[in-house]
């Protein structure tokens, strides 16, 4: 399964333009952050998956802090996550993790926050004045982006608010000048990624990695600190939003993409609007950040669909479908389980590979749940075949 998996839309639209706006604030406030410096001594900072919550039991010391450890020479972690935490009872704590001997912190949390109902403004908010408090105490501060959610987890299934949390925090890491690992670019494009790299156990609401996840957590990290750049320029900022509806048809899309590594090749970013090549983007002038804001000629109608293709200097790509609204008007036939306006033959391969999977399955998949009872039945693919062919 590949990364396209993350861009399912769940019932109600997201909160990606009040992310936008709050991003926008936080950088007026605290200003540019600290330039990051090669570092001796990290904090490790975050919620269970720093803590290292389902990784080998065998191994003495969990998560990937003692994994960075063994990939950077002469690079001390110290591991202070925190399960369950959610980023208020982070903000709370961090002054006394800063009073600790180090020169850097490595922020990685907000996925409590999602399941929590706290506002997107408040994660980014308290994840900036964390970071910002890490600068003002001599440590350089690294944002981390949040891994995928589990498709059967209890909230945001579907990850749409955590794709909108992770591109704003992409924004941030960018406008105020700090470092930028990104874990959920690296993990959303692993093949088999829930089987090979996620905790196989039923009672986890979020979804923690395993032995390997938490080896190749530590990879992403460690990349990240050494300056190596193995990430495709990423998606910062998508209106109007993936899963977005009642989306006026005389919308304007607007995209912003970044690269954090060597530069966005010249020429190489296409993107594509229910089907029509959009014009070239505006190219920053450091050749990192590219910006498209684009009014279709013709009016927009039913379910809309964007791709995006770029590449870097160092040729890592970024080729897939970038997110899916509904203008107004359009209405999704029962058993359409992609969301891309018409009842089809991929819509039966996924409802397939669910079929028999309940809500505590691994392979439970919300939007191939047609009617909504909590298991993937006949009844589903019932309603499917009564549908197939039909279209908004």
Not at 94 to 115: F, H, W, Y
Not at 286 to 311: C, E, F, I, N, Q
Request: net charge negative; charged share 25%; glycine share 10%.
């Amino acid at each position: 399964m590949t990364g396209n998996f993350l861009i399912r839309p769940p019932g109600s639209a997201p909160r990606a333009l009040r992310l936008v706006a709050a991003t926008a604030v936080i950088a007026i406030a605290f200003g540019v952050g600290a330039t990051a410096q090669a570092p001796t001594r990290c904090k490790a900072f975050g919620d269970s998956i720093t803590a290292g919550v389902g990784d080998d039991p065998e191994r003495d010391a969990p998560g990937y802090p003692p994994r960075l450890e063994e990939l950077v020479s002469g690079l001390a972690v110290d591991n202070r996550g925190v399960g369950a935490e959610r980023t208020p009872e982070g903000l709370a704590r961090i002054d006394e993790v800063l009073a600790e001997p180090g020169d850097c912190l490595l922020l990685m949390e907000g996925t409590n926050d999602i399941s929590r109902d706290i506002s997107p403004e408040t994660t980014l908010f308290n994840l900036d004045l964390m970071a910002s408090r890490a600068a003002d105490a001599g440590r350089t501060p690294y944002h981390a982006t949040l891994i995928p959610r589990l498709p059967n987890a209890r909230f945001d299934p579907n990850n749409v608010e955590n794709q909108d949390l992770v591109q704003a925090i992409r924004r941030l890491a960018a406008q105020q000048g700090r470092g930028l690992v990104d874990p959920f670019e690296v993990f959303s494009t692993r093949a088999r990624l829930f089987r090979d790299y996620y905790y196989a156990g039923e009672e986890d609401p979020v979804g923690h990695p395993n032995g390997p996840g938490y080896d190749l957590l530590a990879t992403v990290f460690a990349d990240a600190l050494l300056g190596t750049d193995t990430v495709p320029p990423v998606p910062t900022r998508l209106a109007p939003a993936h899963g977005a509806s009642e989306v006026p048809a005389e919308a304007t899309v607007e995209v912003e993409m970044r690269d954090f590594g060597s530069g966005i090749a010249e020429g190489s970013a296409n993107l594509v609007v229910d089907g029509a090549p959009a014009p070239a983007p505006v190219v920053d002038d450091d050749g990192r950040r590219l910006h498209w804001s684009y009014k279709p000629p013709v009016p927009l109608r039913g379910v809309v669909t964007m791709t995006l293709r770029a590449w870097d200097l160092n040729g890592n790509v970024y080729n897939r479908l970038l997110g899916r609204f509904q203008v107004v008007g359009a209405v999704v036939p029962p058993g359409d389980v992609d969301r891309d306006g018409r009842v089809t033959g991929s819509d039966l391969i996924r409802l397939g590979l669910a079929f028999g999977a309940g809500a505590r399955s691994r392979r439970y998949d919300s939007d191939a749940d047609v009617d909504g009872s909590g298991q993937v039945d006949g009844e589903d693919l019932a309603i499917l075949a009564a549908n197939f062919g039909a279209g908004v």
